[in-house]
């Protein structure tokens, strides 16, 4: 996959969220990407600050925290930082690959860092970045794994699921699909489900790749599932939202829409959230799909806090009530690519062009 396509294909959970018009930040102040006090109306003071000044044709393309760290990768240079999340230095900055290789979300496995592209995977030290270990992919990829113990579990371009053991360098099991697997397996409990371009889906034993129950929808599926203890949920470009029964496949539900689902939805509270491109946000109930409220803009759903949720349009954050979808608060900020809540209750603002804020919660 072309460097341009992999950016292409992050935008769909992130660059998506930057379609609504808002209110432009101010064209004076301190420069941050939110302006002091205007995090003091949500309830924040600025913490550190960090410019990774990525260069003009580049791109932020995978941001994931992995431990104590922030890991950012930036394409197409395959520039690997590991920044700390308690004062924003950096710990390790690595190219990783070459430049003709694409790179994958990062996770963590047994203290080190696991990242792959499309035919290997490697095995970085969390401490300095140096490459520990390279393992070849039985199959070519798409996307990076989901880890679970010692397996990273793929799916492949071929259609195929495997098992990759990360001890021993080699798959596990396999399991074919009907077509292209475009979005990451999800694991829940010992189950692993996953979906391929055909609208099929699959639910697996997780350390065996056995066969538990099929699904069906009528479009590609794009966007990884989310299951909870009672459903899975599968956002398709049939237009539908799907509620499936987490035991056996069978439909709770379907909420249609007018336009292709292209990105996973978001279970929160009692709450299913769902980006629908030209609509905005659609807040379903989690037993019946049934509408609660709607949102004008496409906005990336941050998390829950309090009793409110917090969105981030790109260019605004917004504090909504969670009940009623009422705005309490909104401010502008500068172009956002993501925020990213951290256990502690703080928040890191990240922007494409590589400008990192963190904000903690005023006590």
């Known amino acids: 996959m072309q460097k341009l396509m992999l950016f292409v294909l992050l935008q769909v959970t992130l660059v998506t969220l930057i379609g609504c018009q808002s209110v432009p930040p101010p064209s004076s102040g301190t420069g941050h990407l939110i302006e002091p006090g205007d995090a003091l109306r949500l309830g924040y003071h600025l913490g550190p600050a960090r410019d990774l000044a990525v260069p003009s044709g580049h791109a932020i393309s995978h941001v994931a925290v992995l431990g104590d760290q922030l890991v950012v990768v930036e394409s197409p240079s395959n520039l690997v930082t590991a920044i700390s999340l308690g004062n924003g230095e950096t710990v390790w900055s690595r190219i990783i690959g070459s430049a003709a290789q694409d790179l994958y979300q990062p996770h963590s496995y047994a203290g080190s860092i696991l990242i792959n592209t499309e035919s290997e995977l490697f095995l970085l030290s969390a401490v300095n970045g140096h490459t520990q270990e390279r393992q070849q992919l039985v199959v070519a990829v798409n996307q990076g794994p989901v880890v679970t113990d010692d397996l990273a579990i793929f799916g492949s371009t071929s259609g195929l699921i495997f098992a990759h053991n990360l001890r021993v360098g080699s798959d596990d ?31 697996l034993e997780r350390t065996t790749g056995q066969h538990l129950w099929p699904a069906r929808t009528f479009g590609r599926i794009t966007a990884p599932v989310v299951i909870d203890r009672e459903s899975v949920y599968i956002a398709c470009e049939d237009q539908s939202l799907y509620s499936l029964r987490q035991l056996d496949g069978r439909d709770r539900w379907i909420h249609r829409t007018d336009y292709s689902l292209r990105s996973s939805p978001v279970r929160i509270a009692d709450f299913v959230i769902q980006n629908v491109p030209h609509a905005g946000l659609k807040v379903l109930e989690a037993q019946t799909g049934k509408t609660v409220w709607t949102f004008a803009a496409s906005a990336q759903v941050v998390g829950e806090i309090g009793n409110r949720l917090l969105l981030n349009t790109g260019r605004n954050l917004i504090f909504v009530d969670l009940a009623t979808g009422k705005t309490r608060t909104s401010v502008p900020v500068f172009p956002l690519q993501t925020v990213i809540q951290l256990d502690d209750g703080r928040l890191v603002l990240v922007s494409a062009a590589g400008r990192l804020l963190w904000l903690e919660p005023i006590s």
């Open 173 to 203: 099991w396999r399991y074919q699909m009907t077509g292209e697997i475009a979005a990451t397996p999800v694991i829940y409990r010992n189950g692993v489900f996953v979906t391929d371009v055909h609208g099929k889906g699959a639910m």
